[in-house]
């Protein structure tokens, strides 16, 4: 290829230039597609039309954290209305929590078909006074809804909580076959699970209401295990890893306030009790926004116990969702 | 066009020109394809041995496809929880199956796999006619393996027991509105264990009743045995009318349910007087550590001023014999015993056993006596009283 | 041809590519063949079409997805961008039957001239791109039809409903066991006689003129490394290397790269040895770009998102759907499936039954050629998954047997359902004609069957009496496989037909609203408990 002929000079290859940019192209290109190929590669099947839907995740409905108010309220008093009066003026209030126009969701403890006196669920009376206390906070609506383990008419019947809702006129929802709908959760145990969803669309704000009680199995039954009320489908499997969900729901679930009412406190014989001898008049409110110091405190000091067995609020606290120190927190407390 | 100048004109002209020479880089180059085009064919055979059988297999047992799929909610949809409905009979067996997306597969597959609970068998709807009430809903009927759906965390315990069943009802009350009775009547296989159950929740400020052998009434309902039958009657409230239906029904219950004592001798022969309420107690096995001692009642006393635990152990001659005699062994292994005179034809031996007293008599089919006491004088004392028949 | 071989004479580049040609379109037969259940075992049947970039790169366009073995692509995308359009003559096979017909067919013995002529560049070669360009257009929009022009794809098409089942028709038993039909094969049968006949008048006619892949790949080399380069200082001008220029890029003069197939003609056919397959030569001596008028790409880009929008909006896959577009298990819901299916019809050579079929205008424009199951030709069988597992772009996914049935793992979830069975009770013997049947109660393959009957006994038109069984559908149960319709003994229209509506792959078509619990086998579970 030697070049003979002066009138037809062989051009001199590429330059080192044009060389670098065409092969910077052509590298780049098959680099380019091959990071495009990998990227959306689905190496795996799935079913049609079985695909499980992205579960919902909650948001939150906690309050700003206040550094001056405190977040922990305990009141003793004689009757329920006045003593609950009592704490929320200790936190700030109901004012300090709802708005006017909002819409509140309260999650009572309606799990069994007992009359109130048995104070295995939430008190009729404590029900009373805290949708008056959200109606005079300017709340629009209050929601009253509960997914009990026996028969939900029966329950919210027995309870007491229908004629207060009827009383009050709070929108009282039952769980119906469509009222629930796939969560999504990071949990310990609760990852994938139907949930009670409906009572939540409308709402803005939310207040768990829960009576301080026994629990044969897990200890005490106090706010964070209130929450288990909002899990459909067959939730007994959980009784195996019954600590391990509970501290579950207070990562799946923030409210902007728990009430735990320790007027009258099941102090043996949990979850359904059913003697009158079982029950303690303790006289106590506790109201915050951290359920878990909520339930320290009605453990230590209502049902008396000794809070380290309470494995749950341990693992809680382990896990950054709470802190079981309510001592260390800003806290009130007041005898009415 | 200049003449070429290394034209090599082959023969046949420019049409059968063939090239020859082949640069070395073309010849490795070509060799290297070559390989390739070998290497791909094997590759190609290699991949089709490897496959799943699975996929050309006659499976019969896929002819069995939509069953399981059936029985658990025959379909395809996710279907969301059940509401749970005043339950008008047996749990559905197949409720016990897992349904649709609210579990992970993993789960649902393990729970299909596994027998399901069996479903309770409907039994008679509990039928109380008084004047007055009303039943509200209808009877609902569980056992032991769904226990649970009704008192929750409580069920392992009526469990332990060996409980059979649960009837319930609830009752309104015409006279006080809003007001109501719960009646629950769980059955276990023995009265015996009834008993246990019953003597677990006993509640020590509860008033005795006339109409069982075994009751008491608290603040707000009535709780007692009859037979194997385990009642609790709970008042809603503590209004006089929902408080007097909640008697008249006990009374009712207490009548209608069989009486059976079977295994309960031991319980019959504990004397009242001087027994502390809510005391009494049953221990199938072990009793104060011992094999030998088996369905032991026991109960405490109050007795010149001090409290005196108590035992009773009903069997046959030979039995009781045999184990007074072990009793007597094992104490004097871990303590003191000695001999005491016997009195109306029972064998007495005291003994004293990390620093606590057991007097302790075998009188033909029967063996008990006092233990745990911290006098030993006093301890003596008692049993020689109710040897001879002064405690009753 | 010259005939007399020398054995060194094998390590030239373009003799390996005849090796090639032969390895290739042999191991596309070999494929082809050997998708049939009986021979299939673990061969990567649908392989072509799994490195075919062009179903790749449409399929991600439209789907946002690679999915599983289209990722092969790669292993042919390198290559073009390193050496250029070698796919098109080295491997693939449609390009190589082209090749060869225009071999046996055309100017073989005509004059060279002639021959030279007919391997210049034409501009109708630029309608390739304008092709490309609508095609990618629709897929943009949403739309694949790649699959319609797309050689693989029309080849295993073709083969499939057309070539197969004539050769089955000459010599019977050698394809199949029982001879298959498909619906409108003939038409797929004329278009490939034709393409392959316009050999005869243009060499590499669908190649150089309609090839859309052709086209793609063209656009890609662009950029290759690897180039032919004629040396100006030894070229006489002879245009003899256009003699069997396979791809007419005019390697006489300024060589179109995009149109080369690299298949080294004329580096055997230049008698000054000008012509050679260089790395990085000067771009100056060549045309690298397609040459596209843009207003035709314009128009290009106009018919393909019109095509689109007329298409999708001409209602077939939405509410409007047709009850006979019965789509194989596995398949993906409507919207996705005319997204993903490349019409390469590969799932209807391997169905065992026969009852997959080309469809034509029951699934609307968009899906001409794709797949829905046929229940008077055969039946889906419960137990087999092969369409799933030859299907390249996931149009059907590729689901194991027991997520198709229902069972193990899945058997909460409960089984695929392709559609549901009516009963035509005007056609029912035992429901219209005093004759007793029931053999859709007898071939129902679920267990429990989704068909059960029920004991009558009516009074005949001559008076006697008559015990039959009629039978009804458990819609719960039902799966949709059509053995009770291919089975039912009134051939012509079956009085059981199978229908889309039920099928579990859409939410939408649904037919029971709780999934099925009101099937009555439950509710007779449900009273006895």
Redesign the interface.
Known sequence: ?I???AS????P??NRR??LV??G??GA??AG??L???K???????????E??KGLQLKSYAPEISKVMPSLAIAHGAEHEKTIRAAMGLLGGMERFIQRGDVVMIKPNV???R?P??AATTHPDALRAVAKLCFEAGASKVIVADN???????CFF?S?LT?VAAEMNLDLM?????????LSLDGEVL????FFNTPFKKANKVIGLAPCKD????HASMTTKNWYGLL???R??F?QHIHSIVSDFALMMKPTLVILDGMNVLMS????G????DVKPMNTIVAGTDMISVDAYGYSHLLERDIAELTYLHKAQERGLGNINWKDTLHKEVTV | MAAPLSAKPAAGGRKNFRRTSVPMVERAASLILLLLIVVIGLAVYRKGKRFDPNLYAVRNDALKSTALAVEGKGGTAPAASESKAVSTGAPKATAEKPAGPEETPAEGGAEASTAAPKPATKGEPLEIALTGTKPMGDTEFYNSDNLYEKIDGRAPAYQSFNVQALRCRSFAVNAAAGSFVDVYEYRFDTPVNAFGMFALERDPKGKPLEIVADGYAADMGYFFRQGAVYVQIIASDTKPETLAKAKSIADIRAKDLPVDDKGLAGRRKLPAEGMVADSVSYVPENAQGLSALKDVFQAKYKFDGAEMPFFIMVATADEAVSAAKSFQDFCGKFGTAENLPDVNGAKIFRAQVFGKWKVVYQREGELGGAFDADDGDKARAFIEKYLRGEIK | MKWNFNPRDLLKLRNVRRVAQVFFFALFLFFVFVTDLRYLKGYPVSLFLELDPLVAFATAITTHTVYMGLLWSLLLIIPTLLFGRIFCNWICPYGILHHFTGWLLGKRRAEERERIEANRYKKLYSLKYVILIAMIAAAIGGSLQIGLLDPICLLHRSATTSVLPAVNQAAPGSIYIRQYFHVGGWVIGFILLFLVGMNVVIPRFFCRVLCPLGAFLGTLSVASLWRIDRDPTKCVDCDLCLKSCEGASDPHTQLRKSECFVCFNCVEDCPEDAISFKFLPKLEREITAPVVPARRAFLGTLVGLGFYAFARTSGASDRNYDKKVIRPPGSVEEKDFLDRCIKCDQCIRTCPTNVLQPALMEAGLEGIWTPILNMKLGSCDVNCTLCGQVCPTGAIQRITIEEKTGTGKFAAQGPIKLGTAFYDLGRCLPWSMETPCVVCEEVCPVSPKAIYSREVTITKRDGNPIKLRRPYVDPALCIGCGVCEHECPVTDEAAIRVSAVGETRSKERRLLMDGGVTSSVTELEKRQR
């Not at chain 1, 037809?8 to 051009?11: A, D, K, L, S």
């Not at chain 1, 990852?191 to 139907?194: C, N």
């Not at chain 1, 014989?269 to 359904?272: A, F, L, R, V």
């Open positions: 290829m070049n003979m002929s037809n000079p062989n051009p290859s590429v044009e060389f065409r092969l192209i052509t290109l098959i597609s091959g495009a190929a990998k959306l590669w689905t190496p795996n099947h799935f079913v049609p039309g079985f499980k839907e799990a069994f078909d009359p006196a048995l009990p383990i026996n028969s939900p008419t029966g027995k007491g004629a039952y769980p119906e076959t469509n009222s629930f709908a796939p990852k994938e699970w139907t629990h044969n199995l897990c459909g489908g067959r007994n499997q009784h014989n949990g979850p359904t059913g003697r009158l001898s």
